[in-house]
């Protein structure tokens, strides 16, 4: 029962983290082994907005304590939510600590999904740590079951051999703003379209930052504009 909800969770939520369920070291026992199972399901997370999601995407809840700490399935389940803050490193280290002690935790104990930013996530869905699942292993098939989604999202939450362990539930897009102005005085132009292919890829970039400078203009304020964007396009 418990994994069959794990599983409608993450399909329900796959609509800025990235989600996983997680492994264990578990001495080769699959995700469907047998075994005597939890009624509760463990999250962590670093907010409460996977949570509001959830609460409003999933049909099977039936209620959330007033503190937000507790959400009761209609079958009896609950889902205890663990949150901890991003800042300073402190959810990747409450994290750890449990993931660590994952093995030995009692079955209510255990933490069944965790969320993660792009910026750590590959830490935990390398195959070698053991601590999140391939989506196979919970019944869902990334080529048919996510075949919407970018492929670029599917590759972050992959693991070297490129099997899926975890899924997105929030893409956030990026955009590229210019001055209208110094754009017509640069490239006679202030047309989007054509603004738009002189920045479509990265060397197309570098060629239209030199026509730029030639002018006195900056393409960007600092590094730290294109850092993330170059950065998470590295193969």
């Not at 907005?49 to 409003?56: L, M």
């Given at each position: 029962?418990?994994?069959?909800?794990?599983s409608?969770?993450l399909?329900?939520?796959?609509?800025?983290?990235?989600?996983?369920?997680?492994?264990?070291?578990?001495?080769?026992?699959?995700?469907?082994?047998?075994?005597?199972?939890?009624?509760?399901?463990?999250?962590?997370?670093?907010?409460?907005?996977?949570r509001?999601?959830?609460?409003?995407?999933?049909?099977?809840?039936e209620?959330?304590?007033?503190?937000?700490?507790?959400?009761?399935?209609?079958?009896?389940?609950?889902?205890?939510?663990?949150?901890?803050?991003?800042?300073?490193?402190?959810?990747q280290?409450?994290?750890?600590?449990?993931?660590?002690?994952?093995?030995?935790?009692?079955?209510?104990e255990k933490?069944d999904i965790?969320?993660?930013?792009?910026?750590?996530?590959n830490?935990?869905?390398?195959a070698?740590?053991?601590a999140?699942?391939?989506?196979?292993?919970?019944?869902?098939?990334?080529?048919?079951?996510?075949?919407?989604?970018?492929?670029?999202?599917?590759?972050?939450?992959?693991?070297?051999?490129?099997v899926?362990?975890?899924?997105?539930?929030?893409?956030?897009?990026?955009?590229?703003?210019?001055r209208?102005?110094?754009a017509?005085?640069?490239f006679?132009?202030?047309?989007?379209?054509?603004?738009?292919?002189?920045?479509?890829?990265?060397?197309?970039?570098?060629?239209?930052a030199?026509?730029?400078?030639?002018?006195?203009?900056?393409?960007?304020?600092?590094?730290?504009?294109?850092?993330?964007?170059?950065?998470?396009s590295?193969?």
């Amino acid at each position: 029962m418990k994994e069959k909800a794990l599983s409608v969770l993450l399909v329900a939520a796959m609509t800025a983290g990235m989600l996983a369920g997680c492994g264990g070291k578990s001495e080769g026992k699959g995700a469907d082994a047998g075994g005597e199972e939890g009624k509760v399901i463990n999250i962590y997370s670093w907010n409460d907005e996977f949570r509001q999601r959830v609460e409003a995407v999933y049909p099977e809840v039936e209620k959330t304590s007033d503190d937000g700490t507790v959400t009761t399935l209609k079958d009896g389940t609950e889902i205890h939510w663990i949150v901890n803050p991003n800042q300073d490193g402190v959810y990747q280290q409450k994290l750890d600590e449990a993931l660590m002690k994952q093995a030995d935790a009692a079955e209510d104990e255990k933490i069944d999904i965790f969320l993660s930013e792009t910026d750590y996530v590959n830490k935990y869905t390398d195959a070698e740590a053991d601590a999140a699942i391939p989506l196979k292993d919970l019944g869902i098939d990334p080529d048919k079951d996510l075949a919407d989604q970018y492929d670029f999202t599917k590759v972050t939450a992959s693991d070297a051999e490129s099997v899926q362990r975890g899924s997105t539930w929030q893409c956030c897009p990026g955009l590229l703003v210019y001055r209208r102005d110094i754009a017509k005085e640069v490239f006679g132009t202030d047309d989007p379209v054509i603004i738009g292919e002189k920045t479509n890829n990265w060397d197309t970039l570098k060629t239209t930052a030199g026509e730029l400078a030639a002018k006195g203009y900056f393409t960007f304020a600092s590094y730290a504009d294109t850092f993330r964007l170059y950065g998470n396009s590295i193969a």
